[in-house]
């Protein structure tokens, strides 16, 4: 438990906040990145009691918690904390809160919103333009001096007049489709339902969409649904000219298969910003040119990150003084994660 | 006109010689580098037309050498390399490949601005070495809604700016003159420009006033915390200053696909983590050059056929 700080007593009448483990913010920046005069946190990581034992002893009060991709909220965490009401958690993605839980006990969650849709489409955009003209590849081989040795390098593939098609149409595939147009691309997409208002091709089924584009690019929510929702099959109908990118989450993808499909060429290249088992990639990526992979970091901008702060301090504020959250999520609207 | 000789200053791309051989005679100039002065004695003049690029166009010497010389079809956009005032004083035509390579050099350009505002390259590096398991990578600057300072708002530029608004980009220009038709805030000053950007993009064309453009001073007005791109050409740079702006820290970074010396970037460049470096290759795609390598064709085919030139430059 956090020690009480004698010289403000008036803390100690501060709800508390659990966190479970430290978030990458605190991890970067110290852990009073999301300090506030309106509550405190509760440490859970700095007791050596198990989990289980802490939240009996500690939390039985506890009326929030701060979540992150690495701290996951299980039905177990739930169940030991009667009086939890909010869940604050700082990653884009939900897949690490038992959401039904969660709907069940009422509990409402706060979601990231929609801070770091233009950072992830960013990374989008920057993936596949450098799967496609060889940036890092290019850049690899100038820093080794091989363009006086070796002179002239491989030619790229023209991103202009590429069809590319968005699995997820939510905010962030959202953002990726309205940069990629600038460039001539033209859009479709596959989402778990058609969106009303919106022109881009809709299509049913993503081994559809595949057939039908040359560069698919992962923006989905991971649920049981959308597990190694990029298969066999899929990676087949893209196929040899086609280029992937996820920035989503890594199971979405059958990363045997992708491996497979790139080290025997059936596919063009791939830009990968998640992976199955992080940090674990598999070895034999490492000597492919046509992959451009980076370390599940779509979202770790300083601007970001300074966004990220506000928000979680304005959902927290708001919980503690009876106000509406900022980003409160629609729970019926979610599919399940069984994680 | 299969007899006709066509002159190929140097290796470009398979496609435009294998096109240009069944079309014409085609004279290889680096076949003959051993020998060049039998070379001019026997094919000088019956040479009709040149082929040039960014590395070996047509400039005074060889076009004095040439006196039957009536047209030069430059495989690139650039005319840097063409001594354009010896071609007019001449009456040899001048071409060009303006437009097909337009999207692809403007796609590298946000490309490289990405790469090296978001450590993509670095990040790659940091995942393909097995690092990950070892520790966290650490905080990237974002792109969407930087100030983006385009020098030369021409084909290019243009094809730029409309790039960077789709990440809410504000932008603004110098030119040699403000344009019409367009809401893009105009800067006469290039360092006034560079003092009101974070990010520099240069896509002018190389002349006697925009040789090192950017220089020290506008160095400095970029600024630590501000990214210089050049897709345009080396010569537009003081390479000297940038290098030591870079080592010194006073510039936040740089993404560059040309420099004063190709094929030798400088190496003291090579150990830096804030700049990407990639070998001149602006309109390298598979489309895109067998485009411009058509243009060359249709417009040699022109002349030689007495139709309008394609896209004649004078």
């Keep these: 438990m956090a020690p009480e700080n004698p010289s403000h007593p008036s803390e100690n009448d501060l709800p508390y906040v659990l966190i479970l483990k430290p978030p990458p913010s605190f991890v970067i920046f110290g852990d009073r990145f999301f300090n506030s005069t309106k509550f405190r946190f509760l440490k859970a990581y700095e007791s050596p009691l198990p989990l289980a034992h802490f939240l009996l002893a500690h939390a039985q009060s506890v009326q929030a918690i701060l979540s992150s991709g690495g701290a996951p909220v299980t039905a177990d965490t739930i169940r030991l904390m009667p009086l939890l009401r909010l869940v604050v958690t700082t990653s884009q993605g939900l897949n690490h809160i038992d959401l039904s839980e969660c709907r069940r006990r009422g509990i409402v969650v706060a979601s990231a919103g929609t801070i770091y849709s233009a950072d992830c489409a960013d990374s989008v955009v920057a993936l596949l333009i450098d799967v496609l003209r060889k940036v890092s590849a290019a850049d690899r081989f100038v820093k080794q001096g091989l363009w006086s040795s070796q002179g002239e390098y491989p030619l790229g593939s023209k991103l202009g007049g590429k069809r590319v098609g968005i699995v997820g149409l939510g905010s962030i595939g959202s953002e990726v489709a309205k940069r990629l147009e600038a460039f001539g691309c033209s859009i479709s997409y596959n989402s778990r339902k058609k969106k009303p208002f919106c022109s881009y091709p809709f299509y049913l089924n993503v081994r559809e969409l595949a057939a039908n584009c040359d560069a698919l690019i992962i923006c989905c929510a991971l649920t049981d649904e959308t597990h190694h929702l990029i298969n066999k099959e899929v990676l087949s109908a893209l196929g040899k000219d086609g280029v992937i990118v996820n920035i989503a989450r890594g199971p979405i993808m059958d990363e045997k298969e992708l491996v497979r499909c790139l080290v025997e060429g059936e596919i063009r290249g791939a830009g990968l910003d998640v992976f199955e088992h992080e940090p674990d990639v598999p070895n034999e990526l490492f000597a492919l040119d046509n992959v451009v992979m980076s370390p599940h970091n779509a979202v770790f901008t300083w601007e970001s990150f300074e966004d990220l702060r506000k928000l979680v301090v304005g959902n927290l504020e708001a919980f503690f003084s009876n106000e509406p959250l900022l980003t409160p999520v629609g729970l019926d609207d979610q599919p399940h994660f069984s994680g | ?314």
């Design chain 2, 1 to 314: 006109m299969n007899n006709t000789c066509v002159l190929v200053t140097c290796p470009m791309f398979t496609y435009l010689e294998q096109e240009l051989e069944t079309r014409f005679n085609l004279i290889k100039l680096w076949d003959h580098s051993s020998s060049k002065a039998e070379f001019f004695n026997n094919y000088s003049s019956s040479i009709k037309a040149v082929v040039g690029n960014t590395k070996v166009g047509a400039d005074a010497k060889l076009i004095d050498s040439l006196p039957n010389l009536e047209i030069v079809a430059s495989y690139s956009v650039g005319l840097d390399k063409i001594d354009l005032d010896k071609c007019k004083q001449r009456g040899i035509k001048v071409t060009n490949t303006p437009d097909v390579l337009t999207d692809d050099v403007a796609d590298l350009a946000i490309g490289l601005a990405l790469a090296v505002l978001r450590k993509v390259c670095v990040c790659d590096q940091f995942v393909r070495s097995g690092n990950w398991i070892s520790g966290d990578f650490g905080l990237a600057t974002k792109f969407s809604g930087k100030s983006v300072g385009i020098v030369g708002l021409g084909r290019i530029g243009s094809a730029i700016a409309k790039r960077a608004e789709a990440f809410q980009c504000p932008i603004s220009y110098h030119s040699r003159s403000k344009k019409p038709n367009t809401n893009y805030k105009y800067y006469s000053n290039i360092v006034d420009l560079a003092a009101n950007c974070e990010i520099l993009v240069v896509a002018c064309a190389l002349t006697e006033e925009t040789h090192h453009i950017v220089n020290r001073k506008v160095i400095d007005a970029l600024g630590p915390k501000g990214f210089l791109i050049n897709i345009a050409r080396g010569a537009h740079v003081d390479e000297p200053e940038l290098v030591s702006a870079l080592l010194e820290g006073r510039l936040g970074g740089a993404g560059l696909d040309v420099f004063e010396n190709e094929p030798e970037p400088p190496e003291q460049l090579f150990a830096l983590d804030n700049v990407v470096l990639v070998p001149h290759v602006g309109s390298d795609t598979g489309e895109t050059s067998k485009a411009m390598a058509d243009l060359v064709i249709s417009n040699l085919e022109a002349h030689f056929k007495g139709k309008p030139l394609l896209t004649p430059v004078i």
